[in-house]
Each structure stands twice: as structure tokens, then as C-alpha cells.
């Protein structure tokens, strides 16, 4: 059985607006979060596949990836952005953190869980390391809002897997909402500062959609 909302597959084309920019994000992140089923619609084994692929992707990458960021911005604004981001992200030991949840939900990732990841992961590896600015910001930007949406549905899933532990989930959720806000307006003093208008004109969204592949690789076990 299908469990699989359809993503709209149309949407609108890039442009230079930050407004159109955030649209098209806030567009595909919808898709994103509508493509993740209803805890109750799940058996055990999709949510905790789900759980798992997600701490699988997040746990070891998410601060790498942030990190690529801060080394591939020109702007002083985007950087201090970053490196607030990064502070948090290690002072408080988010990976820990989604250790525990993880733990908590019976969902560690496991060998098969890293395989069904595998590929659209080093996808994304891989364009980190072509530390291309504004394309880099608008997959962060994109991430973090896309994090966000996503709390409350990863806290009903581990709940239902009989987890009472919530720090992850409820330290990136809504009171988040200053990070995400955050790197849009990196993202714009990037676009600002773009000296090749490819960068904007026509790759900007190319980590976004890598990253979508990959965020799509953790609801397909529950297809
Ligand atoms: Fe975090």
C-alpha cells in the first residue's frame, strides 16, 4: 500500500528574489513534510526505519555540513550566522542529543538504515565539497526550516515507538524558528555578493534538490 502523499512536481523557477527564493524553498519543504505519513498509518518498523535513516543522515553530518558553509561564505554577515549556529551545535552536543532520542526510540541506526542513505548522502557529501556559497546557504537554510516542520512528526513517531524523551525534537522545533530566519538573511547577503550569476541564475538550488533526494530516501520505507 501507497502511504506516500504525491509531492507536487511542479514548481515555480528560480529566480533572484529573496521572496521568490523563500517561496520556492517553503514549497518544496511543504512537499517534503506532506511526503511523511501519519505516525498511526505506520507499523512500528516504518517508524523506527524512519527514525533511523533520519538520525543516520543528521548524528555525523550535520555539523560537517554547516561547517563546509562557514568555510565556503565571503560574507562577514553569513559567517557570524554560521559560527552562532556551529557554537550551539557543539557547545550543546546536538549530536548527543539525537543519540539519545534515537536510543529512547529503540531506532539507532543500523548497517541496512546507512545503506538506504547511501547513495543521495554522498550526493550531498559531495557538493559540500564544491563549497559553492549561495547554492550552500540555500541547502542550510533549506535543511534547518525543513527541521524544523519536521519536530513534531519525529516526536509522534518515537513517542508511538514508546519514547518519552524529547530534547532533540523540542530544541529544534518551533522555538528554532531564529536559526532557520537566520540563514535565509545569510543566504540573501550571499546572493548579494555572488560574483558569478550562474551561482544564482543557475545552480542555487542544486544542494536543495540533493538534499531532497536524500530527505526522500527517509520516508521511502514507509511507501
Ligand atoms: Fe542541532
Redesign the pocket.
Known sequence: MNLMKSPSSVLPSPTESTDSIKKYLGQAGNDLINSFPDGAQLSSSQRRGIIARYTAVLEGN?IYWMTGAYMAVRTDEARNIIMENLH??VRDC?PG?MRRFARAAHACPEASDAEAVNANLTNVRLFIGQMKPAPLVAMMAFFENFIMRFMPILEDYAARQGSKENEYTQ??GVCDVKHSEELYQALEAEIVAADDPREVEEYLYEGVHLLRALIGDMAAGAR
Open positions: 550535520f550551539e551545535e546536538h542529543m530544541v529544534h
